[in-house]
């Protein structure tokens, strides 16, 4: 039941794109995510799905775990492309049953945004393939930092996301524990009616909170006992750092972006 | 044979680049009315080992039997299965939830559909039998109690389902010298009821003292197995998988060396005396 549930799903490798400043790969997946937006045609969508596959191959981690992203929007992308399917009515008409018209226009607008809504999954799902969600807190918290002028508290929401991210593995196993732990004393999670397996939940769930709690206050007191007083002054043991590699991918982002602007302008397929 | 395990094997995440095997080609027996200890360095597969015995986990290849029930079959009923075999998992005290005591440990009697009358009696009958006082600890809430007192609640939740056989992970764990004697007194009195104990430890000291058969583990494969003389034989092996002897085998062991005269395979810290008290009754014989 809880293997379903992927928060972390960082691969760890050693490719060029593993190795990238965690910045660099924040700021090109959002320029990724405009430069799907900037796309008016298939051909440009083609141009970007290879690049992104490239990029998948090219880390050792494998297609499956790209496509696997997918599944929890599946149903958005099915929605989305049956009602562009079906309420586009310009164009000229293909199939006709009922009070349902389906247009040549209909359709190629349904294949569009829902291609555009699977490259959007696939592009952020190769950021959080590929770099540890502790990297992407302090990526963010630095990218975010300059915010800090207006009083932007960037710090203390990267350090409260790196204490949540580092703990739900530990929730998610101590879940486990206390799940088999009233299994074995004849607990039922599994079958049963809506109500009965609400109720079910709580011989798991209050554990789970009291153990939650403990450990908060565990952790505050050993953050105090190490004198944490904030982000004012902090010197930090890995320092982020731009390099040669991180040039090179903002170059072959560009480089994307310009021939997916050509492809427009010479109005490709 | 209550528990029959038939090369068992475990993987914890297939397929994901965190692939840990956690248990392979175990094979055991357990017998009726039998105290066995499971022994192993951290991360050995014991905890692991310990859940495919009332089918809390699953894997294939291998065949697991309780009383003859093969649980691996999908029309095994596992309420059941696990009504006979009572688990109680290291640090039980972190799964209480109820409001009072007594609520907390109707828990598993509850959920075994009996009528109130006889869950009130295993109530009190499983506080009292874990050396606790029905009387005054029922009404508590059980987050009121000490740990000690929480981990004997947690037992006799368990307890309360009658199984005819338990398994303990580290039930002393984390337990100060008097708590852990009084944790085997309790084990041992329950073993004494006829309950056939299956106890998971990382202390040779402990398992020495109360186990009738070891098995000891490394890397997920059974390394030794036998009668704890059988198994610290094998002491600088013992060693080496992260493993110790009880003190006064070693003690016994180094006098041998020495040239006195220590029978082969003493542990127990009475027959190390007696032994040592035989040399030395002899050797003044000898002098007089
Ligand atoms: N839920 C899990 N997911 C992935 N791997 C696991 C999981 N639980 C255990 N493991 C791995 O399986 C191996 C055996 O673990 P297990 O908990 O059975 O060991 P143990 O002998 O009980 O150790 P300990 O003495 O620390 O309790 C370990 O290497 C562990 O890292
Ligand atoms: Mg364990």
Redesign the interface.
């Known amino acids: 039941m809880l293997k379903n549930i992927t928060l972390g799903q960082y691969f760890p490798g050693d490719s060029f794109i593993h190795r990238l400043d965690p910045r660099t790969k924040l700021l090109a997946t959002v320029a990724l995510i405009a430069i799907v937006f900037v796309a008016q045609g298939f051909s440009g969508f083609l141009l970007i799905a290879a690049f992104v596959v490239a990029c998948a191959v090219s880390t050792g981690i494998h297609l499956k775990f790209l496509i696997r992203g997918l599944k929890p929007i599946m149903l958005i992308i099915i929605f989305t492309f049956f009602l562009n399917l079906f309420f586009q009515t310009g164009g000229n008409e293909l199939v006709h049953i009922g009070f349902l018209r389906i247009t040549d226009q209909g359709l190629r607008t349904a294949a569009f945004m829902a291609t555009r809504l699977i490259l959007l999954v696939v592009c952020s799902q190769l950021l959080t393939l590929t770099t540890s969600p502790i990297a992407l807190t302090d990526g963010l918290e630095s990218l975010f930092r300059p915010l800090e002028a207006i009083h932007f508290p960037a710090h203390e929401i990267a350090m409260m996301m790196s204490i949540a991210l580092r703990f739900i593995p530990t929730l998610m196993d101590e879940a486990d524990k206390i799940m088999k732990a009233q299994k074995a004393r004849g607990a039922n999670f599994e079958t049963g009616s809506l109500v009965q397996r609400a109720k079910a939940m709580v011989p798991l769930l209050v554990p789970l909170f009291v153990g939650a709690f403990r450990r908060a206050e565990d952790l505050a007191l050993a953050m105090d006992a190490r004198c944490y007083r904030g982000g004012a002054g902090r010197t930090r043991m890995k320092q982020l750092k731009f390099g040669k590699n991180d040039l090179l991918a903002g170059l072959a982002i560009l480089l994307l972006l310009a021939a997916v602007i050509g492809l427009n302008a010479i109005k490709a397929f | 044979m209550p528990i029959e395990v038939k090369h068992l094997t475990h993987v914890y995440m297939p397929g994901t ?1 965190f692939e840990a095997k956690a248990l392979s080609e175990v094979s055991l027996s357990i017998r009726d009315g039998e105290f066995v200890g499971i022994i192993g360095h951290t991360g050995s597969g014991k905890s692991t080992l310990i ?1 495919h015995l ?1 089918g ?1 986990e699953h894997s294939e290849p291998g065949v697991v039997f309780v009383n003859g029930v093969d649980l691996g079959e999908k029309d095994t009923d596992l ?1 059941a299965i ?2 006979v075999v ?2 109680v ?1 290291q640090y ?1 005290e ?4 109820e409001e009072t005591v007594a609520k907390d440990v109707a ?2 009697p509850t ?2 559909g009996l009528d109130a009358g006889e869950i009130s009696e295993r109530v009190q009958t499983a506080l009292k039998q874990v050396g606790l006082d029905p009387a005054s600890v029922s009404e508590k809430s059980p ?1 009121e109690l000490s740990g000690g007192q929480k981990r004997r609640v947690a037992i006799a ?2 307890l309360a ?1 009658r199984p005819s056989i338990l398994i303990l992970d580290e039930p002393a764990a984390g337990l100060d010298p008097s708590g852990r004697r009084d944790m085997f007194d309790l084990i041992r009195g329950i073993h004494a009821s006829g309950v056939t104990v299956v106890m998971v430890s990382h202390s040779m000291d402990d398992v020495g003292r109360l186990c009738d058969r070891l098995f000891v583990l490394n890397r997920g494969e059974i390394a030794y197995s036998g009668t704890p003389a059988e198994v610290f034989v094998h002491e600088s092996k013992l060693h080496a998988i992260g493993l110790d002897v009880p003190e006064c085998a070693k003690l016994a062991r180094r006098l041998r060396d020495a040239g006195f005269d220590m029978p082969e395979g003493i542990y127990r810290t009475e027959d190390v005396c007696a032994a040592i008290m035989d040399n030395l009754t002899q050797k003044g014989d000898a002098k007089c």
Request: cysteine-free; aromatic content about 22%; proline content about 9%.
């Open positions: 680049p859940t009332n809390l309420i696990r009504r009572g688990l998992f039980p972190y799964q209480l939830f828990f598993g959920n075994l987050f939740g368990v389902m």
